[in-house]
């Protein structure tokens, strides 16, 4: 079994209790370059976007005009009954909390899931979730059953960004276009570009991507927190010397310009990297489910 052209539908989502950020739209953007470059057509691609239609048609032309449908979550039932395809993959990018995706509501999990697999038509559902505070989507029954009216639940693939901690963003460059890229967007996304075999069985899997972006997203985090500890050791002794140099007068009559350095030291010495570690669900049906555009 595997994913084709013709047999998958496409969905990306951006939820948002305001505005959708530029940076999440250009995720959106990048994906599907990639999908277009693999010659998915755009009808197999659809779009659950918050915010105003026509100022998200502007920054995403020319890949999507006026009669490319922009569906509101709420109107996601209706979606995934119209979609008569064997796959569904779902890309979920934008923010999320320990209170769900981030949404006016906010989304949460069990909603958005039951949803998925009472509703769908398809065999198989695959659900990239990009946004902080992914596994709070873990641990929730996606089982392949029965419903009630006799049909199966499509079996379902859950790949999560990070557990219930933050997710971290990058600085990427692309077509000219700079932003800070969701990591596990990015990750996918290059990997399908360009995919790899990387447990050597000689398929292009769901597996395959999944320890693709795993090792994209340790090898940047081990190269941030690496980058952070020589920047805190250097940090810490300035703000030593500074700390010494008025340690015989109060805080208040330092220099303007020395309370400023030293306010900024500290909220420098508060950042910090979340060591970010992704997951999946359904491991068998991501090993053997192949993709091939």
């Known amino acids: 079994m595997g994913v084709r052209i013709h047999n998958t539908q496409w969905v990306f989502m951006l939820t948002s209790a305001e505005n959708p950020e530029d940076r999440h739209l250009n995720d959106i953007v990048f ?9 998915v057509p755009i009808s197999n691609i659809s779009l659950i976007i918050d915010g105003n239609r026509s100022d998200i048609i502007q920054k995403m ?10 569906y509101c979550y709420s109107e996601l039932e209706e979606l995934i ?3 008569e395809k064997e796959n569904i993959i779902f890309c979920v990018t934008g923010h999320g909390s320990i209170n769900g995706i981030d949404s006016d509501p906010p989304i949460k999990p069990y909603d958005f899931l039951h949803t998925l697999r009472i509703k769908s038509n398809a065999k198989r559902v695959f659900l990239l979730l990009g946004q902080c505070y992914a596994g709070i989507f873990s641990y929730l029954r ?3 059953c029965n419903r009630k ?18 997710s971290i963003s990058i600085s990427y460059s692309f077509e000219s276009v700079a932003w800070l890229a969701n990591i596990m967007f990015l ?4 990997w399908l570009n360009i995919p790899q075999d990387i447990d050597g069985d000689g398929k292009y899997s769901f597996m395959d991507a999944f320890k693709y972006i795993t090792y994209i997203i340790n090898t940047t985090c081990y190269t941030l927190e690496k980058k952070q500890y020589i920047e805190t050791v250097r940090l810490t002794h300035q703000y030593k010397e500074i700390l010494e140099q008025f340690q015989s007068i109060p805080i208040s009559e330092m220099s303007l310009d020395k309370q400023i350095e030293k306010h900024s030291i500290e909220k420098r010495l508060e950042e910090h990297i979340i060591h970010q570690e992704p997951w ?9 489910t192949d993709l091939l555009l």
């Open 142 to 144: 996606v089982t392949h």
């Open 149 to 166: 009216n006799g049909k199966k639940t499509p079996q379902t693939v859950i790949i999560g960004a990070t557990k219930i901690s933050e």
């Open 61 to 70: 032309a020319p890949l999507i005009d006026n009669t490319k449908r922009i």
């Open 187 to 190: 990750a996918f996304f290059s």
């Open 81 to 83: 009954l119209s979609i």
């Open 31 to 39: 994906g599907i370059k990639v999908l277009i470059k693999k010659e």
């Open 280 to 288: 999946i669900v359904n491991t068998n049906i991501a090993l053997n």
